[in-house]
């Protein structure tokens, strides 16, 4: 399977506040790629900068959502699936930041981390930290390229007994 994992971190309530975005690209069960970006959201107003850190100032001088989608686009060509922790969130945002810039959203289906983590190993809660902690997967939690990567990781192990021993290699 090979699929793109995915993180956004948002400026404030409106799904259309991304602000960063981590993307792993994974192929046969092995990290292809590795991609983070800040993003200046429509707003100057950071609501959520206790929670990840970045400030306006951070990313007043970042291409905006429309301006980056032509870097990113292509991470979400040839995949099976996007991997996101929560994923309605991150589905939700990636949708209102196309709409918001005039852009086709991929099509893609999503499958969340987290509904998987309670399906395959019965972890309970499953914020990303705890299901993290549970496996063994280095987190720096908010960092969007930390939990797109974190993501990646829990969804090659949950990957792991469908990839053939052979596409291994």
Same mark, same amino acid.
Request: charge should be negative; glycine fraction near 6%; hydrophobic fraction near 40%.
């Given at each position: 399977?090979?699929?793109?994992?995915?993180?956004?971190?948002?400026?404030?309530?409106?799904?259309?506040?991304?602000? +960063?975005?981590?993307?792993?690209? #994974?192929?046969?069960?092995?990290? %292809? /790629?590795?991609?983070?970006?800040?993003?200046?959201? *429509?707003?100057?107003?950071?609501?959520?900068?206790?929670?990840?850190?970045?400030?306006?100032?951070?990313?007043?001088?970042?291409?905006?959502?429309?301006?980056?989608?032509?870097?990113?686009?292509?991470?979400?060509?040839?995949?099976?699936?996007?991997?996101?922790?929560? +994923?309605?969130?991150?589905?939700? #945002?990636?949708?209102?930041?196309? %709409? /918001?810039?005039?852009?086709?959203?991929?099509?893609? *289906?999503?499958?969340?981390?987290?509904?998987?983590?309670?399906?395959?190993?019965?972890?309970?809660?499953?914020?990303?930290?705890?299901?993290?902690?549970?496996?063994?997967?280095?987190?720096?939690?908010?960092?969007?390229?930390?939990?797109?990567?974190?993501?990646?990781?829990?969804?090659?192990?949950?990957?792991?007994?469908?990839?053939?021993?052979? /596409?291994?290699?």
């Amino acid at each position: 399977m090979n699929f793109l994992a995915l993180d956004f971190e948002t400026a404030d309530y409106g799904p259309d506040s991304a602000c +960063a975005v981590g993307l792993i690209r #994974v192929r046969d069960g092995r990290i %292809e /790629s590795r991609a983070a970006y800040l993003i200046r959201p *429509p707003r100057p107003e950071f609501v959520f900068t206790y929670i990840h850190g970045i400030r306006w100032e951070d990313v007043e001088q970042m291409p905006t959502f429309g301006k980056l989608w032509p870097t990113i686009k292509p991470m979400f060509q040839e995949v099976d699936f996007v991997a996101a922790h929560n +994923a309605s969130f991150d589905q939700g #945002v990636l949708y209102a930041c196309c %709409e /918001s810039a005039g852009l086709e959203p991929p099509d893609v *289906p999503f499958r969340c981390t987290m509904v998987e983590a309670r399906r395959q190993w019965g972890i309970y809660p499953t914020k990303l930290p705890d299901v993290c902690r549970r496996l063994g997967i280095e987190l720096r939690h908010h960092d969007a390229s930390s939990d797109a990567e974190a993501c990646a990781q829990i969804m090659i192990k949950v990957l792991a007994p469908q990839v053939s021993p052979r /596409s291994r290699r």
